[in-house]
């Protein structure tokens, strides 16, 4: 394991190999209330303008409506261009511009069978969930996502969000930057506000460190890129996402958020997300203009890394964090 794994962090020490597959973290049993509903959630803590700065696909254009074809011409013009990468990229891109302009069409990519046709065309042998089409998939994802647990759902379901881990895998082993922030960018989309997703990328139960799920290839990915502020805001926005109860619809078990957050925030895990948190605001630093969104995302992990309270103290005096999170919220209300 690279990057994230192989430094100790200030006011505690990491083991040299740790696996977030088990072992259980000493942690406040009690779950803060639920602080919005869903929409706020997407809307606040992960806005789409921002999802993939400077990314011609998910910038929002200047599109006149009476140009752009409607849904179901999209939809049906996905299923006909599956096999062309170029084609079926583009069709990906009007989607995304398509859902800005009228957002009520979201859904109609579940209603009427499109996330299951272009799933099919992404799996299929023209692309095997690799290449343009695939990244721009990936990148329209807070697009497609937002407000929708019904698309989310069926992105789980017809083998979406598995291949955007796998893409995850191959980017970080094989350094390509812009793959591993488009695979972040989707597991942040697909997981947010969506407990069954959130298990189903973390791979606790399968998660080795030959094989490891998504909470350990965002920390390999922080550590295999660390400087590139566009990553570290995407790949920390993934891994919060992954620790944090935001499905409001309730369960008769214990969320997979809370599971997961309780592996992240063990002795083996909790001293990695320390180093994240550290590094992050190291590129902050060097960044001329503050970085917001990192910034941003920065500041939401620490508030789930907060749960554990016995390592508060460690985080904010040990490690000297307190001064440079207050510095943090100056910058960006600035």
């Known amino acids: 394991m690279t990057g994230a794994t192989e430094v ?36 606040k803590e992960a806005p789409v303008e921002a999802a993939l700065a400077g990314s011609p696909d998910s910038q929002s254009d200047a599109v006149d409506e009476s140009e752009l074809p409607d849904m179901m011409e999209l ?24 859902i800005r302009l ?43 996502c937002r407000t929708s647990n019904v698309n989310r759902g069926t992105l789980r379901d017809e083998g979406f969000l598995v291949a955007a881990v796998e893409l995850l895998r191959s980017a970080v082993a094989g350094g ?85 957050r309780e592996v992240a925030l063990s002795d083996d895990g909790f001293p990695f997300l320390g180093i994240a948190v550290e590094r992050a605001l190291d590129v902050a630093d060097a960044n001329g203009k503050p970085p917001v969104r990192l910034l941003e995302q920065t500041l939401l992990l620490l508030r789930e890394m907060a749960r554990r309270q016995d390592f508060v103290k460690a985080l904010a005096l040990d490690s000297k964090l307190l001064p440079r999170v207050q510095a943090a919220l100056h910058a960006m209300a600035c």
Not at 16 to 42: H, M, N, Q, R, Y
Not at 176 to 181: G, L, N, R, S, V
Request: negative net charge.
């Open 102 to 144: 009228t957002p009520g069409d979201r859904d109609l990519l579940t209603d009427f069978e499109g996330i299951t046709n272009i799933c099919k065309a992404l799996g299929g042998p023209s692309h095997e969930w690799r290449g343009e089409a695939m990244l721009v998939f990936c990148r329209i994802m807070p697009d497609v």
């Open 176 to 260: 390509d930057e812009p793959a591993t922030i488009a695979a972040c960018v989707a597991i942040s989309a697909t997981c947010t506000a969506n407990d069954g997703n959130k298990k189903v990328a973390a791979q606790l139960m399968e998660s080795t460190p030959e094989k490891p799920g998504a909470m350990l290839l965002c920390l390999d990915a922080l550590g295999r890129f660390p400087a590139s502020v566009q990553l570290q805001a995407e790949a920390i926005c993934a891994l919060r996402t992954l620790l944090t109860d935001d499905d409001s619809r309730k369960s008769s078990c214990d969320p997979s958020a809370v599971e997961n």
């Open 8 to 43: 100790a962090c200030g006011g505690y020490e990491a083991n040299p190999a740790p696996v977030l597959g088990g072992g259980e973290a000493k942690i406040d049993a009690e779950e803060e209330a639920k602080t919005g509903e869903e929409e706020d959630i997407v809307d």
């Open 75 to 98: 939809i049906d013009a996905a299923e006909e261009q599956g096999d062309d990468v170029q084609g079926l990229a583009n069709v990906l891109r009007n989607i995304s511009r398509r």
